[in-house]
């Protein structure tokens, strides 16, 4: 199932704007499989990305490249850091980044249980990031680390890669929630 989800996941990811309904829409299979294991998950996985594509999407044209553009302005500042105010403003700029990141890892799970506006889901999940914040932490760890493992060392895993990195993470969020 991991498989098959993870490569559903890839093809429907590979038109970039696309990687927020196609990462919820994952979530969401795995979240309701643990519940029914009878459900079939490509009409599942197909069904979801629909409902959720417009919502989905919107909070990723808006949440991905901020975080491009503050990743960019991080590094900048850190270049930079001989100057105390390259060091106050990359210290706001790097606590900002990691609050987005910590959104980011956590929205699409978030919109793939709980159905809110678009600015109700993007702060709900700052909230659940902040309050389980040990939890939020080892997810954003986890996802760097198995991204950095299958990048370097099992290439081979790429095809698969969503597939693995959100059934490892939705265990964690089913605790969150």
Known sequence: NVVLLGVLWLLTSLPLFTIGASTTALYSC???FRQDHRRKLIPLFFEQFKFHFKQATIIWLICFPTAVV???ELLYCIENSEELIFVLSGTAVGVLFTF????????FAYLARFENTITKTILKSLQISLKDFFRSALNLVLLIS???LIVSLFP???LI???IICFVLSINFEQMF
């Open 30 to 32: 795995f979240f309701q």
């Open 156 to 158: 081979q895993f790429l």
């Open 70 to 72: 503050l990743g960019v």
């Open 146 to 148: 198995i991204t950095f």
């Open 161 to 163: 890669y969503g597939g």
């Open 100 to 107: 987005l990141s910590l959104v980011l890892v956590t929205v």
